[in-house]
């Protein structure tokens, strides 16, 4: 019989403890928790994982094997699951060639229209596609930028050519090219640039009429500085190697492209015209004002395409992104946006009984806009969906059939069904989210003073309107605002103009070798820890050496390729994939195995392997509340504001002079509790002498900041400009004012 209800016995994924749930169907259920508690493994690993392996498994082999792979969950039973729809946080991918229109299939509708009743008639839609030859740009080849030497970067003035004044790989002295310039007779070796004259110096970089004018004819084959970078750098085939690479990114900079002028098309598709504007103008509209052109387009004929094309526009209104246009790069949008863009396609679905499944979808958000993204969580409900969603924001706590908190604590201390209920009886529960829903930060009554400051000085970038701001150095300023306001872009002139370290969310590693163990460094000090102890070498203690399971290879798996189906890893049936050989195993650190140390948390770890080296390395991951992390664990499983984290953790042990550093949301996965932990990492970077400049709607965190710059008024175009800039006691008339000022009424 057809139950109305998702029924989950003995999950184990993870650090789930045997936890057993009924879930309504049709309802909007949200997931609490501390960070680290298991409310995605039980709602990500565990339900969605086992939705999507049994749709999976409907498919033939052949199919089943191009698909997204799903590991299927430990559980003793889970019913009452239909097809899932997993819309998460990690950032949309592609590349240069990738836009907020191809993404989401605008763009494609778009070149239809003009391909059939622009003005003049160009050709069909690949005509328009900046990704066709029939199309492209072929300066640009429809990237819309092009690459050009960076010359400022070429050269260091105070210094001579015998010195090193120039500073591309080859043309110091002692160096390939060295001798084209220092021995030619035309340029003085000796003598520090800066005290030769501006022709001598064009001379030197640009060759050509500039060395011809100097009097002192160089070599008929003379090749200035910036032509032979170009010939041999810039002019090469495209399979470069990776020290080409990192030399190009050095000494180059993106440009618009001369010719398209970023529309990355040709002439003819760049002239064609609908309603009078041309697909570029069309591409730099902001999505809300495309959205009001679009339907003036009467002609029966495409009706159906403008009909699909305004649908799509509106959507991304609704969710809250009429500020973009279809032209922006996916590579620049932020988690939060990338999650709402995600989600646009399902908008107009006329699906039902499917599962959705979020992950923070109010990340990105400040609290005026996380309105509209709770009406599209019911509007996915009321369409007779089940949509689960892992949020710590209280207003979407608020909207939310049935609350289920997981806890009570991170790893080992959580795994366990803490709550279930309404918001109103969780408000009254003895849980941790509660007690932190009931908890209220004050403003930071006496900012600390600042040591100076630095200047972000005529900020045009996106839409940035001249935007000239001091930022005051060895505090903590937060920039504020609502989504689109020119937040994300004042930080990139902040990272551009000034030299700074940025800490942002993508992923530590996107290897599943990579763990905490080889992330600090520790797997070597943690050998010679065993061979210490037990007076035998170290070589022994290492997975890849003469102590691995010779069967596996130290891997703990075996894995056997199965032709068209999917490769099947099995566990090693000689060391139980433990890795190492039995002999290794029998070696002993209070208790502890060489392949136990992979279970223990970071917090167990500090504890009880007693050497400095270890401690050290591992002592700032406890700090910035990561101490649940086990040290086998691939930093690939890790959310992005654990990544982030991490990253910190790692500032922190490896910073020395006083540095600048920018984040991005560092509140992103952080239960309510955990922000103290976070506010406390943040002092400490700051009074270790450094400035920090943090992207944050959290308004905890912007409480607790010692000066505060708020952006808006609006998104888009109707932003850029700097509201308030000075304590936040001091902040009034804006949109974040009126959230303080809403929060301290609740």
Request: glycine residues 10%; neutral net charge.
């Amino acid at each position: 019989m057809y139950q109305r209800k998702i029924e989950i016995r003995g999950a184990r994924t993870n650090n789930l403890r045997s936890l057993d749930l009924v879930l309504p169907r049709g309802q909007l259920v949200v997931f609490v928790g501390v960070s680290g508690s298991g409310k995605s493994s039980l709602v990500f690993d565990t339900i969605a994982a086992e939705a999507g392996y049994q749709l999976n498994e409907t498919f033939p082999p052949f199919v089943r094997n191009r698909l997204p792979k799903w590991a299927r969950p430990e559980a003793s039973q889970i019913d009452g699951l239909s097809p899932v729809v997993v819309i998460d946080q990690r950032r949309i991918g592609g590349n240069a060639r990738s836009t907020v229109g191809t993404v989401t299939d605008a763009w494609t509708y778009l070149r239809l229209l003009f391909s059939r009743v622009s003005t003049p008639y160009v050709g069909e839609s690949n005509h328009f596609s900046f990704n066709d030859p029939a199309g492209m740009c072929r300066t640009c080849s429809g990237l819309g930028e092009v690459v050009v030497s960076a010359v400022d970067r070429f050269l260091d003035l105070d210094r001579s050519l015998k010195d090193g004044a120039i500073l591309l790989p080859g043309f110091g002295n002692g160096g390939y090219w060295y001798a084209q310039y220092a021995d030619i007779g035309t340029f003085d070796p000796d003598t520090p640039l800066r005290d030769w004259t501006q022709a001598e110096r064009d001379a030197l970089l640009f060759g050509g009429e500039h060395a011809a004018r100097l009097g002192r004819r160089p070599p008929k084959d003379y090749e200035g500085v910036v032509e032979r970078f170009e010939r041999i750098y810039l002019r090469t085939p495209d399979n470069l190697s990776d020290r080409k690479q990192e030399v190009i990114a050095r000494f180059t900079r993106s440009t618009v492209c001369p010719d398209c002028h970023g529309d990355r098309l040709n002439e003819a598709s760049r002239t064609a015209t609908v309603l009078g504007h041309t697909i570029g103008e069309m591409a730099r509209m902001e999505i809300a004002e495309l959205a009001a052109l679009v339907p003036r387009v009467s002609e029966p004929a495409v009706a159906p395409v403008v009909a699909a094309l305004t649908a799509r526009l509106d959507a991304l209104v609704t969710i809250g992104l009429g500020y973009l246009h279809l032209g922006r790069a996916t590579t620049t949008l932020s988690g939060g946006e990338s999650q709402r863009v995600k989600t646009v396609k399902h908008l107009g679905s006329s699906l039902v009984e499917m599962i959705y499944v979020f992950d923070e979808p109010t990340v990105g958000l400040h609290p005026q806009d996380v309105a509209a993204m709770t009406t599209l969580l019911q509007r996915l409900r009321d369409k007779g969906n089940t949509v689960l969603v892992v949020e710590h924001d209280p207003a979407v706590m608020a909207i939310a059939d049935q609350i289920v908190e997981i806890g009570p604590d991170a790893g080992d201390g959580g795994g366990r069904l803490v709550f279930q209920g309404t918001f109103a009886e969780l408000r009254r529960a003895d849980t941790p989210t509660a007690t932190a829903l009931a908890r209220q930060r004050p403003v930071k009554e006496r900012p600390r003073t600042p040591r100076g400051a630095v200047t972000i000085a005529a900020a045009t970038r996106n839409n940035l309107k001249n935007v000239t701001v001091d930022i005051p150095t060895g505090v903590m300023t937060v920039f504020t605002g609502v989504a689109g306001s020119g937040k994300s872009s004042l930080a990139a002139e902040l990272v551009a103009q000034h030299d700074a370290v940025v800490i942002d969310q993508r992923p530590v590693s996107t290897n599943r070798r990579s763990t905490p163990i080889t992330y600090t460094g520790i797997a070597a000090p943690i050998r010679r820890l065993f061979a210490r102890h037990n007076g035998v070498p170290a070589g022994l203690f290492s997975a890849n050496s003469e102590g691995a399971c010779p069967d596996c290879k130290g891997l703990g798996v075996i894995y056997t390729d199965l032709a068209f189906m999917e490769g099947q890893e099995t566990v090693c049936d000689t060391c139980q994939g433990r890795r190492f050989t039995r002999e290794v195993l029998r070696y002993r650190v209070d208790g502890l195995s060489i392949a136990d140390v992979d279970d223990l948390t970071i917090a167990e770890a500090v504890r009880r392997l007693a050497d400095p080296a270890i401690t050290r390395a591992l002592r700032h991951l406890e700090e910035v509340g990561l101490g649940y992390l086990r040290l086998g664990q691939p930093l690939s499983t890790l959310s992005g504001g654990e990544c982030q984290r991490v990253k910190i953790a790692k500032e922190l042990r490896d910073a020395t002079g006083p540095t600048l550093y920018v984040l991005d949301e560092p509140t992103t996965g952080l239960h309510l509790r955990d922000i103290d932990t976070l506010l406390n990492v943040l002092d400490n970077l700051v009074a270790h002498g450094h400035t920090v400049v943090v992207i944050e709607h959290n308004l905890d965190v912007i409480r607790r900041a010692d000066w505060l710059v708020d952006l808006g008024p609006g998104p888009g175009r109707h932003g850029g400009q700097i509201l308030y800039q000075g304590p936040v006691a001091g902040l009034t008339g804006t949109a974040t004012a009126r959230a303080l000022r809403d929060a301290a009424v609740r």
